[in-house]
């Protein structure tokens, strides 16, 4: 089973950055879907915890320009 992780991403602005940045997080082993939503500014992360961490994953998507934290809400 997958674990999943909602993190807020506030330089979201368009569907580009969506696709950017699930291409890039799409190439890891592990990680299983990348879903954006531009009005609550979030993305959400399914993934395999024995092949990536949150962590991980967020220091990658800083990496590539788009610092996260956990979104509270989700």
């Known amino acids: ?5 909602t993190l807020r991403a506030p330089d979201l602005h ?14 890891f082993p592990g990680v299983r879907e990348v879903e954006g939503d531009l009005d609550a500014f979030t993305l959400t992360v399914r993934y395999d915890l024995a092949s ?6 967020k220091t990658q998507l800083a990496a590539i320009g788009y610092p996260t934290s956990v979104a509270e809400d989700a």
């Open 1 to 5: 089973m997958d674990d999943q992780i």
């Open 14 to 27: 368009c569907e580009g950055c969506i696709a950017s940045i699930r291409s890039v997080l799409e190439s």
């Open 52 to 57: 990536i961490t949150p962590l991980a994953i």
